[in-house]
């Protein structure tokens, strides 16, 4: 389709009766008003479509002050909290029983942790939709079948969808 530019910069547009996102706004409700935004880098202002009179939320600049004390940004209890968290966690650990749950060891080497870190994210991955439960059974067949990032890396990318349509993860 010919696209040709009403003046230099402008927007392109195309001939009548062709529909595109680069045609002018066909409903004369419609405006464009540059977005101003904060960015590292990029363009300074983008362009939005929206209905005449119709307030962005982001564009209002309202600030709701909510005074608090410096003891409020404080860090001096996260130390405590964080201990709390830990021994909770070990006192649970092993009531699931699940395979991916394994004692942290400082001695293990990169390529052991590596590891771990493989087997919990495939976890992780299907625990998004899934419970506990019904995941153990698919993990321990799809670590069996694919027991390092390597070998699923390596893998026929059609047996992973495969296997990855018969996990439980897969199901809406």
């Known amino acids: 389709m010919p696209r040709r530019a009403s003046s230099?910069?402008?927007?392109?547009?195309?001939?009548?009766?062709?529909?595109?996102?680069?045609?002018?706004?066909?409903?004369?409700?419609?405006?464009?008003?540059?977005?101003?935004?904060?960015?590292?880098?990029?363009?300074?202002?983008?362009?939005k479509k929206v209905v005449k009179d119709e307030v962005d939320i982001e564009d209002v600049g309202i600030h709701v002050y909510r005074p608090h004390s410096s003891a409020y940004h404080s860090t001096a209890d996260i130390t405590k909290l964080q201990s709390d968290l830990l021994d909770w966690?070990?006192?649970?650990?092993?009531k699931?029983?699940?395979?991916?749950?394994?004692?942290?060891?400082?001695a293990l080497s990169m390529e052991e942790k590596g590891q771990r870190a493989y087997e919990i994210w495939v976890s992780e991955v299907m625990l998004q939709q899934?419970?506990?439960?019904?995941?153990?059974?698919?993990?321990?067949?799809?670590?069996?079948?694919?027991?390092?990032?390597?070998?699923?890396?390596?893998?026929?990318?059609?047996?992973v969808n495969a296997a990855w349509r018969e996990s439980p993860?897969?199901?809406?």
């Open 96 to 106: 699931r029983g699940m395979p991916w749950r394994k004692r942290y060891d400082p």
């Open 169 to 172: 993860s897969h199901v809406p």
């Open 89 to 94: 966690f070990e006192s649970v650990r092993e």
């Open 130 to 159: 899934t419970q506990v439960n019904t995941v153990i059974a698919y993990w321990q067949r799809w670590i069996e079948k694919w027991p390092t990032i390597g070998d699923l890396a390596g893998a026929d990318i059609e047996e």
């Open 8 to 47: 230099p910069g402008s927007v392109y547009s195309v001939s009548s009766g062709e529909a595109s996102d680069l045609a002018p706004a066909s409903d004369p409700e419609e405006v464009v008003r540059p977005i101003k935004r904060a960015r590292l880098s990029g363009p300074k202002s983008i362009k």
